[in-house]
């Protein structure tokens, strides 16, 4: 069985059709990444509607001014549901810079407090933010440890190993797969097996060689075909690998 760790699905008429290729491909478990507290609800009708599909409770940077006021008691609020397995995703954008960076760092802040609080895993999106990134992590954990993932992860080494310090998990998204990551591809190699996940943040970052279309879940079966290469194991292997991961991590 595969795991799609991070994708963003949307209730339209064109999921079925996802649905079906996802179980062709045996995407067995699918995490449907919040991103917008506001659509919580929608998530959760994609949950009931179909088995082994999961979501999370938080705010995306690029609301950060939108969610100004949003408090960790109000994401606990919302993060009650059983199928809510996460808290996120959550982080620092300073790549398109769409909230203020002191507004961004507030509501992580806040996400972080959730995080803490409920005991389920921070999916952390960090874009250009290493630094801050870092520093965040770091003051929090120190007060209060918690669970995370690196989602998509494709920044600095340093990133990385702050993150597995504090027993975080890094996510291999398409990105392993493009021609042109060849650095990324040698940090995934120094991430130890049993801290590694796999997603495909659809309906962005396609891999090779669906690279430039939409992607979906099914397409989680060419990045785990990447990183068992990196790994330098077999497909199987790599599978099993990131499904026990992902099953240790989320407690299922």
């Known amino acids: 069985m595969l795991v799609d760790s991070h994708c963003h699905l949307e209730n339209n008429e064109t999921l079925d059709g996802i649905m079906e290729r996802a179980g062709q ?14 659509h919580l609800e929608e998530h959760l009708q994609i949950t009931a509607a ?3 599909v999961y979501t999370a409770a938080g705010a ?21 549901h059983e199928k809510v397995i996460a808290i996120g995703e959550a982080g620092l954008d300073y790549y398109y810079d769409f909230a203020p960076k002191e507004a961004q760092i507030r509501l992580f802040r806040e996400n972080i407090k959730a995080a803490q609080e409920s005991g389920l895993p921070l ?15 770091r003051e929090a954990y120190d007060r209060k440890p918690f669970k995370g993932i690196i989602h998509c992860y494709s920044s ?5 190993e702050a993150a597995l310090e504090m027993g975080f998990y890094i996510s291999a998204s398409g990105m392993i797969t493009f021609n042109n990551a060849a650095e990324l591809r ?16 659809a309906p962005y970052l396609a891999p090779v060689p669906k690279r430039g279309q939409v992607n979906e879940p099914a397409n989680v079966v060419f990045t785990t075909a990447k990183l068992a290469e990196i790994k330098q194991i077999d497909f199987a292997q790599a ?13 299922l």
């Open 60 to 80: 995306h940077p690029h609301q950060a001014e939108e969610f100004a006021n949003l408090t960790a008691k109000d994401i606990l609020a919302a993060a009650g």
């Open 123 to 137: 999916i952390v999106h960090n874009r250009n933010s290493d630094e801050d990134m870092i520093r965040l992590l």
């Open 25 to 38: 491909a045996g995407v067995g478990i699918i995490l449907d990444a919040g991103s917008n507290l506001d």
């Open 186 to 201: 040698a940090n995934f190699a120094k991430v130890p097996n049993d801290r590694l996940l796999v997603e495909t943040d």
């Open 156 to 160: 600095s080494w340093a990133l990385a």
């Open 239 to 251: 599978a099993q690998m990131t499904t026990d991961n992902f099953k240790r991590l989320f407690e």
């Open 50 to 52: 179909y088995a082994g």
